[in-house]
């Protein structure tokens, strides 16, 4: 079964650190561009980060900019965001995402919006305490 399966969530505190994984089941990652999105209570869902495999770009929101890291590994056939020095205001369900490569823009994966993703994961709350 095509599925992304999410794992590491949790309750943190301020300026603590936390790794989200994503791990593909039936599909290849290799060809596919992925990101990270979350929504807040109440808020809009955010696209954070995002890499294409194709040419190796990657962008990240300015919210997370220089706290938060994307990656993939092609032999767990799984991707990644490892957050640092994590606020209040990162307190949201995290979920990823993936495209086929294809599919991205000129510009990037940055001018992918979530409706432009074929496969997600199920979300996983991270909590951030002040």
């Known amino acids: 079964q095509v599925q992304l399966v999410e794992s590491g969530g949790g309750l943190v505190q301020a300026g603590d650190s936390l790794r989200l994984s994503c791990a593909a089941s039936?599909?290849?990652?290799?060809?596919?561009?992925v990101g990270w999105f979350r929504q807040a209570p109440g808020k809009e869902r955010e696209g954070i980060s995002c890499?294409?495999?194709?040419?190796?770009?990657?962008y990240y929101a300015d919210s997370v900019q220089g706290r938060f890291s994307i990656s993939v590994d092609n032999t767990n056939n799984s991707l990644y965001l490892q957050m640092t020095n994590l606020k209040p205001d990162d307190t949201a369900v995290y979920s990823c995402?993936?495209?086929?490569?294809?599919?991205?823009?000129?510009?990037?994966?940055?001018?992918?919006?979530?409706?432009?993703?074929?496969?997600w994961g199920q979300g996983t709350q991270v909590t951030v305490s002040s």
């Open positions: 995402s993936a495209t086929p490569d294809y599919l991205m823009p000129p510009a990037g994966c940055s001018d992918l919006g979530w409706y432009d993703y074929t496969f």
């Open positions: 039936d599909f290849s990652l290799e060809h596919y561009a």
């Open positions: 890499s294409s495999r194709s040419d190796g770009r990657t």
